[in-house]
């Protein structure tokens, strides 16, 4: 029923091109209107239900203290270098002019008060953790409201003060925080223009026809100026994170081209074989845009299993990415369609069907067959895969033993965040980041903040301070903060170490394990560790503790979608397998790069940073969802050589090399949209980018031309193994065969020429 349904719908489109490409203008229209008028702003909300820094961040909104707001540090040093703001008083007057214009910016609730704290003496100031231990350095932090009360406006008064009065003041300012963090310009316009064009250049290869390379790119541009719209509106409902929006440009990009690649290359294999454009498009979208759907489906299912993590930033996150790939396999029915039908024979092959088509008389390509007709395999691709499958054992081995081996490093994964420290010198907040850490030690850049709620015991707090202070991990404590109506207090530590550090985590561990239950005893008094490092630091350990669950569920939904797919038990169980080794492989890559810096270079990465905590599920239900596009599309040839010859060993060569050309042009399209985001300055981008082109470039090449048929080639016949009792019990109907009506008998009958 899917297959006709397609057909119609796809041939509907065809027919009437102009009203659909009409209907999907409005709609990106009417979305684009939608975000602007009932838009939110991306905000990323790392906390998550039952977690101690939830907890804590609970007990400082009801405190009311301000610090569950959005901050800013203003960093500044003499530009004279033998000056300090102890002995200088050009110095310290320009630091106290700097705090009044601060004080004087929209929403700012207050800063601290370094000029003040010099006023009382140096001493005062240092043990503030308000200017350096030299005289050198001072921080101006600056309070800001919760999220919600602000906007990019705010950013832009900070930055544009800050520009104003280098030119005025002796002095070096350098700025940063979590505004900065929350409203600066995401990375991906650049990098988005970037694969569009790199793409492009594929296409025109793949094709050697501008019209046919630029209709994938139109159909992908029109599906992402929805999906991100869309994106923007649910911003207005829900804390949508940053990041969202670039990993939706990323994959919508990537699909989008791809399943277009997929339905353009059959259209012009009907088109050779003698169907109008409209038939062509729509028997098109009847074979290839199955696939096309349930991979698509496979995506969106993938990614909406992120929610098992119990994490709501990446549940909303995964249903914004999901809402892309959506549209993208929509348009992909729809849209394209109507693009083929509008293109007319302007996209066959040669010159020849075009006059054919042209005179209405494509009988005559069924009576001479075009050389250019059809699927036909490249005699290139036939002796690779007839090679591999003469020596199935050794390439087998080998291609195993070298994806296991690029596996290894992810045995030393650390996950953490990437802070203001890994990104490049020509930004303001990794020097004001640099400048804090060279005053007064890393761990300033991470402040961790310890709500307390005393209960009535008027002797926990002087312990707890006493008790923290005393810890290792912990360079300083600032002076507590009491909230008079709710007793609630909190306390602002600095560790010894770096918020990516592991030794942070570490230190977190501890007081909560430790100092904290010791400091308090047994009474009710009660004290949560927070803070931006203590959030991620939680994120990421329930993230680990969930990941084996959610690949186990990804793993078993596969299988079960792909055993009736392709009526076999071992074909699903080896995807599956080979999918997950060409994911770890990804990862231990992707560890390799970040955390040992290897090749770090040559994507602008200037410091080894831990992987993101919530990137491996991410990029695990991402990635399982892609590589089951090829995976569908390859052994859905397969099966239909297979149903047609009866013979495993033709139906691997034929049906492997007859989509190596669509994969590889595919697979390179992808691998460029995501490395293009691999060079952002972002490290969390960065990560994205490199995470999925490689293991996108390892599943078409290593894996697809390389395992798939080895390992196909030894199982012979029992590829198609399914007990009978299962196979009375699945639904029919193969993915992809050449003739919508196979989906009632089950068999793909051969290709037949349309005489019109």
Do not use: C
């Not at 994106?231 to 994959?251: E, H, I, K, Q």
């Not at 850490?437 to 209960?455: H, K, Q, S």
């Not at 991402?622 to 495993?648: A, C, H, K, P, W």
Request: charged share 15%.
């Amino acid at each position: 029923m899917l297959s006709k349904a397609l057909l119609r719908l796809g041939a509907s489109a065809a027919r009437h091109p102009w009203r659909v490409i009409a209907a999907w203008l409005v709609a990106a229209t009417l979305a684009v209107l939608a975000a602007v008028a009932f838009g939110g702003r991306n905000a990323d909300s790392m906390t998550a239900p039952g977690l101690d820094s939830q907890r804590a961040a609970e007990l400082i909104e009801r405190a009311g203290t301000g610090q569950e707001g959005m901050t800013a540090q203003v960093v500044v040093t003499p530009l004279d270098d033998a000056a300090t703001f102890f002995d200088h008083d050009s110095a310290r007057t320009a630091l106290a002019g700097l705090q009044t214009e601060v004080k004087r910016l929209p929403h700012v609730l207050g800063t601290s008060d370094p000029a003040g704290a010099l006023d009382a003496g140096g001493d005062t100031a240092g043990r503030g953790g308000l200017v350096s231990a030299d005289g050198r350095i001072a921080v101006v932090r600056v309070q800001y409201p919760d999220q919600s009360r602000l906007s990019a406006e705010d950013l832009d008064a900070l930055v544009d003060l800050g520009d104003r009065l280098r030119a005025e003041l002796p002095l070096r300012i350098e700025m940063g925080g979590s505004l900065f963090y929350a409203f600066s310009d995401p990375d991906g316009g650049a990098s988005e223009l970037i694969g569009l064009l790199a793409a492009a250049a594929i296409l025109f290869l793949a094709f050697g026809s501008l019209v046919a390379a630029a209709l994938p790119i139109g159909m992908a541009v029109f599906g992402l100026t929805v999906g991100v719209a869309t994106m923007t509106v649910l911003a207005g409902v829900t804390d949508v994170p940053t990041f969202a929006p670039v990993l939706g440009s990323m994959v919508g990009l990537g699909v989008g081209i791809d399943y277009a690649l997929f339905v353009l290359a059959r259209h012009r294999e009907y088109l050779a074989r003698g169907l109008f454009p409209h038939e062509a498009a729509g028997r098109a979208v009847a074979t290839a845009g199955r696939p096309v759907v349930f991979a698509g489906g496979t995506v969106v299912v993938s990614i909406l299993g992120l929610a098992v993590a119990n994490v709501p930033f990446m549940t909303v996150g995964g249903f914004a990415v999901s809402i892309v790939v959506l549209i993208m396999v929509v348009a992909s029915v729809t849209l394209l369609p109507a693009f083929l039908g509008a293109a007319g024979p302007r996209l066959a092959r040669t010159g020849r069907i075009r006059r054919a088509l042209q005179t209405r008389k494509p009988g005559r390509l069924a009576r001479r067959r075009d050389p250019a007709a059809g699927a036909a395999p490249a005699a290139g691709w036939r002796r690779w895969i007839g090679h591999v499958s003469r020596h199935p054992v050794p390439y087998a081995v080998g291609a195993a033993g070298l994806l296991l081996t690029a596996t290894l490093p992810l045995l030393g994964l650390r996950v953490g965040l990437p802070d203001d420290g890994s990104l490049p010198q020509s930004r303001t907040e990794r020097r004001a980041y640099d400048l804090v850490a060279e005053g007064f030690g890393p761990g300033t850049n991470g402040p961790l903040v310890i709500a307390a709620d005393p209960a009535g015991d008027p002797g926990v707090l002087d312990r707890l301070v006493g008790a923290v202070a005393a810890d290792p991990g912990i360079a300083s404590v600032a002076p507590t903060h009491i909230d008079r109506a709710t007793g609630i207090a909190t306390l602002v530590v600095f560790p010894t170490t770096s918020p990516q550090d592991k030794a942070t985590a570490d230190t977190i561990a501890r007081l909560r394990t430790d100092v904290l239950p010791t400091a308090i005893g047994h009474g009710p008094a009660r004290a949560h560790v927070g803070g931006a490092a203590a959030s991620l630091s939680d994120v990421g350990q329930r993230t680990s503790e969930r990941l084996p669950v959610f690949v186990a569920t990804v793993l078993a939904m596969s299988f079960l979608l792909l055993m009736p797919v392709f009526r076999s038990i071992l074909v699903p169980l080896k995807a599956v397998l080979l999918n997950l080794l060409s994911i770890g492989a990804a990862y231990g890559i992707m560890v390799a790069v970040f955390q040992w810096g290897w090749g770090g270079a040559l994507i602008g990465l200037e410091a080894t940073v831990p992987i993101v905590s919530f990137i491996p599920m991410f990029l695990f239900a991402i990635l399982f969802g892609l590589s089951m596009d090829y995976e569908v599309f390859l052994l859905s040839r397969v099966r239909e050589e297979y149903l047609r010859t009866g013979d495993n060993g033709t139906a691997i060569v034929e049906g492997v090399s007859g989509t190596a050309r669509i994969i590889t042009s595919a697979a390179l399209i992808m691998v460029a949209v995501f490395l293009s985001f691999a060079v952002a300055e972002d490290p969390s981008t960065k990560m994205f980018g490199l995470g999925l082109a490689t293991a996108i470039f390892i599943d078409a090449t290593v894996v697809r031309m390389v395992l798939v048929p080895a390992t196909m080639t030894l199982l012979g016949r029992t590829n198609w193994w399914l007990p009978g009792w299962l196979d009375r019990m699945l639904p029919r109907g193969p993915v992809g065969t050449d003739d919508p009506d196979a989906e009632s008998t089950g068999e793909a009958p051969r290709p037949r020429l349309v005489d019109r």
